[in-house]
């Protein structure tokens, strides 16, 4: 059975750093597009950022381009989201999600994990 766990969230400083981890099992990793999409309180879901396969395909929201950081460990069965110079705005549930498409695309129908928290606050 396809499961994601989310894991790295808290409390953080403006202009600090977290990395979120998601922990995979149930499908083959190596062959499956992951995104990771937010969700602020009052706002709908976003996506902000996507790792295809190959890993060469990332894919990055305008709004976090040059401070997130995808990066897979296959061997691991993890994804990882680097998060840097994070600000307010910044503050939401986390969610990695599966695309479901053999593609390696990050395009259509995906598969959630339950998300964790991240707070940017002083």
């Known amino acids: 059975q396809l499961q994601l766990v989310e894991s790295g969230g808290g409390l953080v400083q403006p202009g600090g750093s977290l990395r979120l981890s998601c922990a995979a099992s149930?499908?083959?990793?190596?062959?499956?597009?992951i995104g990771w999409f937010r969700q602020a309180p009052g706002q709908e879901r976003e996506g902000v950022s996507c790792?295809?396969?190959?890993?060469?395909?990332?894919w990055y929201a305008d709004s976090v381009k040059g401070r997130f950081t995808n990066s897979r460990d296959n061997a691991q069965k993890s994804v990882y989201l680097q998060m840097n110079s994070l600000q307010p705005e910044d503050t939401a549930v986390y969610y990695c999600a599966a695309y479901r498409s053999a593609s390696g695309y990050c395009d259509g129908p995906v598969d959630w994990g339950k998300g964790t928290l991240v707070t940017v606050s002083s």
């Open positions: 149930g499908f083959a990793l190596d062959k499956k597009a």
């Open positions: 790792v295809g396969v190959p890993d060469v395909h990332q």
